[in-house]
C-alpha cells in the first residue's frame, strides 16, 4: 500500500533562517505531488504541484520554491523565512495519469511557526 | 472557475442523531466532489467522491453524501453520530486541467463538527 511521509512534524525558526520540508510517497511510482500550505487551521492554499521529476508549477508568487530531485520525493524550500510563512504545511499525492482515482492523498503535516 | 462554498463554519449534533455538513459547488461541465476530514495537527483523510453514478455515495467511517444536481449540492451525512466525528471537513472540487490528465482542485473552507456526549 502507499505511504507518504513528512518531516519535520513541527519547526520553530526564526525570521530569515532558510527552510527545507520533505515530502516522500513510498508504494507508487510518478505520482503526482502537491505542496498546500493551511492557515488558522482552515482552507488549503495550493503553493506548488508537480507532475514528475524536476517539474514544478507555482501557483502563489512568494518567498517559497519547490523541487523534486526524486520521482516519490518532493521538498518545499525557503532561502529566508517571514513570518507569514507561519502555517500548517501539508503535502500530497494523487495517483499518476490514467490510474482513474480522482482523490488526494496527504501527509500528516508539517506545523511551521516563524519567530 | 469552480468553486466550493460551506456555508457552515460549526456544526454541532448530539451523539446518536444523525448530521449533515453542507457544500455547494459551482462548476462547468461534471463535477468532481470530494468529502476530506482532518483531526487535529494531522493530514487530511480521503473520505468519500462523487465522480459519476448513483447520486447517494457511500464512503469511510460510515460517511455518506448525496450529490443534488439541481441544487448543486453535496451534502455530507451520517445516520447516527459518534463523538470521535468532531473533527474538520473539507468538501473539494477537481478544477483545472494541468496536463496528461491531471488536475488542481479547490478545497472549501472547512466546517468543524462538533458531536456532544
Known amino acids: 500500500s502507499q505511504t507518504i511521509h513528512q518531516w519535520p512534524a513541527t519547526l520553530v525558526q526564526p525570521v530569515g533562517s532558510p527552510l527545507s520540508l520533505e515530502c516522500t510517497v513510498e508504494?507508487?511510482?510518478?505520482?503526482?505531488l502537491y505542496w498546500y500550505r493551511q492557515a488558522a487551521g482552515r482552507g488549503l492554499q495550493l503553493l506548488f504541484y508537480?507532475?514528475?521529476?524536476?517539474?514544478i508549477s507555482s501557483e502563489v508568487p512568494q518567498n517559497l520554491s519547490a523541487s523534486r530531485p526524486q520521482d516519490r520525493q518532493f521538498i518545499l524550500s525557503s532561502k529566508k523565512l517571514l513570518l507569514s510563512d507561519s502555517g500548517f504545511y501539508l503535502c500530497?499525492?494523487?495517483?499518476?495519469?490514467?490510474?482513474?482515482?480522482?482523490?488526494?492523498?496527504f501527509g500528516p503535516g508539517t506545523r511551521l511557526t516563524v519567530t | 472557475a469552480q468553486s466550493v462554498a460551506q456555508p457552515e463554519d460549526q456544526v454541532n449534533v448530539a451523539e446518536g442523531n444523525p448530521l449533515t455538513v453542507k457544500c455547494t459547488y459551482s462548476?462547468?461541465?461534471?463535477?468532481?466532489l470530494f468529502w476530506y476530514v482532518q483531526y487535529p495537527n494531522r493530514g487530511l483523510q480521503f473520505l468519500l467522491k462523487?465522480?459519476?453514478?448513483?447520486?447517494l455515495v457511500k464512503g469511510s467511517y460510515g460517511f455518506e453524501a448525496e450529490f443534488n444536481k439541481s441544487q448543486t449540492s453535496f451534502h455530507l451525512k451520517k445516520p447516527s453520530a459518534l463523538v470521535s466525528d468532531s473533527a474538520l471537513y473539507f468538501c473539494?472540487?477537481?478544477?483545472?486541467?494541468?496536463?496528461?490528465?491531471?488536475?488542481?482542485?479547490?478545497f472549501g473552507t472547512g466546517t468543524r463538527l462538533k458531536v456532544l456526549a
Open positions: 473539494a472540487v477537481r478544477d483545472t486541467y494541468i496536463t496528461s490528465g491531471t488536475y488542481k482542485y479547490i
Open positions: 462548476v462547468s461541465g461534471n463535477p468532481y
Open positions: 462523487y465522480i459519476t453514478g448513483d447520486n
Open positions: 508537480s507532475v514528475g521529476i524536476g517539474q
Open positions: 508504494g507508487t511510482s510518478n505520482p503526482n
Open positions: 500530497a499525492w494523487s495517483p499518476p495519469t490514467g490510474q482513474g482515482t480522482h482523490e488526494q492523498y
